[in-house]
């Protein structure tokens, strides 16, 4: 099964994706899955897209576009509220991926 790769994004692209990235991976981790991430700011989300073959995109900052994979709000799982939640719709959208 190949990494599912998730585009992580938000304000500059540093601090709150790599923390965004790291939650990520524990919780595909523990469902059987390995991650391949990067980090990036709003403004790198379409070159991102150009370059790199996503799942989809977990953010912490609005993402503008409709690039033709799922986009989802991560916000509240990154505080902590609403954890199990997000979790179940990550967790559906990759039971559609060919991994």
């Known amino acids: ?13 540093t601090v709150s994706s790599a923390m965004l990235s790291a939650k ?38 609005p993402v503008e576009g409709d690039y033709g994979v799922p986009i989802l709000n991560a916000t509240q799982f990154l505080v902590g509220i609403g954890e199990d939640e997000f979790t179940e719709e990550l967790l559906e959208i990759l039971k559609h991926l060919n991994l």
């Open 1 to 13: 099964m190949r990494p599912v790769k998730i585009l992580s994004v938000c304000g500059s692209g």
């Open 24 to 61: 990520l991976e524990d919780v595909l981790e523990e469902n059987g899955y390995s991650l391949e991430s990067t980090e990036v700011a709003p403004g790198g989300v379409p070159l991102a897209m150009q370059s790199g073959n996503y799942d989809l995109i977990a953010y912490t900052s």
